[in-house]
DNA sequence: TTTACAGATGCAAATATATGAATATTTAGG
DNA sequence: CCTAAATATTCATATATTTGCATCTGTAAA
């Protein structure tokens, strides 16, 4: 339980910030994929999904940008992956709430 | 953990709609103030975060349309409250990840 | 039945987000 | 160096979201 100090508005702006880099079917659809700490490319997630490679790069960015996802290059590849797997929870939270 | 076939589009439309819902800073604050099952009304929700009363309703109707909230009207009130009192771990568990 | 309070809704302007085509960048291999 | 593969970026268009004023509806009390 976090108290009143914990709702200032920068917390407020960097939980809302990342809730929003995750709320969409796509993104949500990539978190799924990256459960459990798989590591995929961007053309594997493009391939995943069926949607284009420019798209797919965008999503990722945005992903990576509010501290969902992190990235390594190798060799042509760029991998990404998780930065907190405690997130894929989040979705499974959404969808036991949904199921009833 | 959740299978291939609990990745239709459907249900990511689902999961994706209410945590867009909650994306909001002003949403994420009117989460928070209901956490462990209280109510509150639209007037005490507008005095507590300081926003007009219209986007105070516009907010919380948003958080009723897509299942986050419930409400019920008692007298001249309606009161505000987590439809699934677990749907605050989300901010809490994002809140962890940020704060390293 | 009038009045005032609480809340909801319609609307418009400002702002933000999503998508994909085109293009640029990075890297490995020849 | 030249080429091709993988990824990122730029840009424009389409669409969605946010906000608050004005207004409408519902309820209680006088």
Same mark, same amino acid.
């Given at each position: 339980m976090l108290n009143i100090q914990e709702l200032d508005s920068n917390r407020l702006e960097i939980a809302a910030s990342m809730l929003k880099a995750i709320a969409h079917p796509v993104r949500v659809a990539v978190l799924k994929h990256l459960e459990g700490g798989k590591k995929l490319t961007v053309t594997e997630i493009h391939d995943l999904l069926g949607i284009? *490679?420019?798209?797919?790069?965008?999503h990722l960015g945005i992903l990576k940008d509010k501290g969902v996802l992190c990235s390594r290059r190798e060799g042509k590849n760029t991998y990404y992956y998780?930065?907190?797997?405690?997130?894929? *929870?989040?979705?499974? %939270?959404? *969808?036991? %709430?949904? %199921?009833e």
């Amino acid at each position: 339980m976090l108290n009143i100090q914990e709702l200032d508005s920068n917390r407020l702006e960097i939980a809302a910030s990342m809730l929003k880099a995750i709320a969409h079917p796509v993104r949500v659809a990539v978190l799924k994929h990256l459960e459990g700490g798989k590591k995929l490319t961007v053309t594997e997630i493009h391939d995943l999904l069926g949607i284009e *490679q420019s798209t797919t790069s965008h999503h990722l960015g945005i992903l990576k940008d509010k501290g969902v996802l992190c990235s390594r290059r190798e060799g042509k590849n760029t991998y990404y992956y998780l930065k907190h797997d405690i997130l894929s *929870q989040i979705v499974d %939270c959404l *969808q036991r %709430c949904t %199921c009833e």
